[in-house]
């Protein structure tokens, strides 16, 4: 399958998705009685959007045509996407630059060493796949197997979701791993028919039932900071704030920054 069909196979399944997840009372539509699917029909949504119901079934069955951005816009009021789907949305439709592939840009030596500088901070250096390309010791003690002796990166999307470790350092674990999933089926749109994000997805789905579970849901995110609650080795329970930061000229780099904002718990 070539990049571009699989871009539309993801479009479709994605407008599939939030389609579905509209009822029509939501979107002022008479009730019509029993329904065999979930949410909106296609009819109605196109109704919504203004557009033919025909044309938008082409859409949801990734036939070769192209949406224009008044179309987009359209689709994306009428299925009430937030901006951060919306993005999504015309992404999968090819309203964004394709990103160029393949590997990582090279890590900077002097941007390598800012972790070891923020000891005794949890920080790490992460690229656009999540490997880690630099990290501290504290980094190893808050988040333990994540660094292995597999002969890759660690990676902190298979950390979670691989390592059974990661359940317990997670307080919130499903929130947290729902969100992260989300934000890698985001990478998939930005950067559709990359062979490190389509390996790291098919290991994913190989080794969690939740993936499985989850990934068709078709959810999205971004995020650039937050709290966690992580699980210290004596028990307790320590909140931290992180912040991320983009490395500059290097925008698939990232560098993470945690600092402790309550003491351990028992």
Known sequence: MSNSQEQRRELAAFLRSRRERITPREA????????????????????????????????EQ???IRAS?????????????????????????????????????????????VPLLLQPHPAYVIDGTYDVLSH????????????TAAGRPPNFVRWTFLEPRAREVLVDWEPEARGLLARVRTLT???????????????????????REWWP???V???SGGRKRLRSPDGGV?????????????????????????TPGP
Do not use: K
């Open 217 to 219: 849901r078709f959810e």
């Open 28 to 59: 002022g539509l008479p009730s019509t009685g029993r329904r065999r699917t979930p949410g909106l029909r296609r009819e109605e949504l196109a109704l919504l959007a203004g557009m033919s119901a025909t044309w938008y079934t082409y859409l």
């Open 238 to 262: 320590v909140t931290y704030a992180y912040t991320a930061f983009h490395v500059a000229g290097r925008l698939e780099q990232t560098l993470v920054i945690y600092a402790a904002s309550s």
């Open 221 to 223: 995110e971004a995020r």
């Open 189 to 211: 749109g930005a950067h559709p028919g990359d062979p490190r994000i389509g390996r790291l997805v098919d290991e994913l789905h190989e080794g969690s039932s939740e993936v």
């Open 69 to 113: 951005d008044q179309v987009l816009d359209a689709l994306a009021c009428a299925l009430r996407l937030d901006a951060h789907e919306r993005g999504h949305l015309f992404r999968l439709a090819g309203h964004a630059p394709a990103a160029e592939e393949p590997g990582p840009d090279p890590l900077d030596p002097e941007v390598a060493a």
């Open 62 to 64: 990734g036939r070769d």
């Open 136 to 147: 501290n010791p504290a980094t190893e003690r808050v988040f333990p197997g994540l660094v």
